[in-house]
């Protein structure tokens, strides 16, 4: 069974800085990851997909890069809006999802 | 733009069933899957399973296999999630959301705002 483990699991920056969000599969998933962000009360909003590919509207601050077991989400210079928690995600004919990572704007 | 609106909260006794909805529009409803994710209280998302739109085919996890049903009605672009045999650890919010393509991905692109379910005796 594969198991995705997210770190660190807090993270606090300032606007402007870079976030450097990972996520580490288990064993090899290709490209098959997701990312997600999820603000409180809402439902998660879709960020990258396949790796690497931007999904519809999200600002050009956040790519995805990585493959195999390692994965990474950057978000190159914060905003007061993306303090959110942020999950990754298998997608696979069991999809799963990580535990996340709480991202703090100071 | 694709809309899912899910049903309300459900407060329910343990060993109960429920039955949640998810009303699509927006996008031609039996071109894509919906799946449904649930949250518990500060709990990671947990995937529960999908219904392909067209043909009614299901897939459900292996740990609620036996206890969920997911189930679609095409003439009213919705779909349904029954979870029975509830218990305390089935609190949670469930949500609903439309795969990104045409096949079953697993991509979960457009959301539902949740519904909560609160499993007490």
């Known amino acids: 069974e594969i198991v995705l483990t997210q770190s660190p699991v807090t993270l606090s920056l300032s606007p402007g800085e870079r976030a450097t969000l990972s996520c580490r599969a288990s064993?090899?998933?290709?490209?098959?990851l997701a990312w997600y962000q999820q603000k409180p009360g809402q439902a998660p909003r879709l960020l990258v997909y396949?790796?690497?590919n931007r999904a519809t509207g999200i600002p050009a601050r956040f790519n995805g890069s990585g493959s195999g077991t390692a994965f990474t989400l950057t978000i190159s210079s914060l905003e007061p809006e993306d303090s959110a928690v942020y999950y990754c995600?298998?997608?696979?004919?069991?999809?799963?999802f990580g535990g996340g990572t709480r991202v703090e704007i100071k | 733009q694709v809309q899912l609106v899910q049903s309300g909260a459900e407060v329910k006794k343990p060993g109960a069933s429920v039955k949640l909805s998810c009303k699509a529009s927006g996008y031609t409803f039996t071109n894509y899957a919906i799946h449904w994710v649930r949250q518990a209280p500060g709990q990671r998302l947990e995937w529960m399973g999908w219904?392909?739109?067209?043909?009614?085919?299901?897939k459900y996890s292996q740990k609620l296999q036996g206890r969920v049903t997911i189930t679609r009605d095409t003439s009213a672009s919705t779909a349904y999630m029954d979870l029975n045999s509830l218990r305390s650890e089935d609190t949670a919010v469930y949500y609903c959301a439309r795969d990104l393509w045409t096949t079953v991905t697993a991509i979960f692109d457009s959301w539902g705002l949740g519904t909560l379910v609160t499993v007490s005796s």
């Open positions: 219904i392909n739109a067209a043909n009614g085919d299901t």
């Open positions: 995600q298998l997608r696979s004919s069991w999809p799963l």
């Open positions: 064993q090899s998933v290709s490209t098959y």
């Open positions: 396949d790796a690497s």
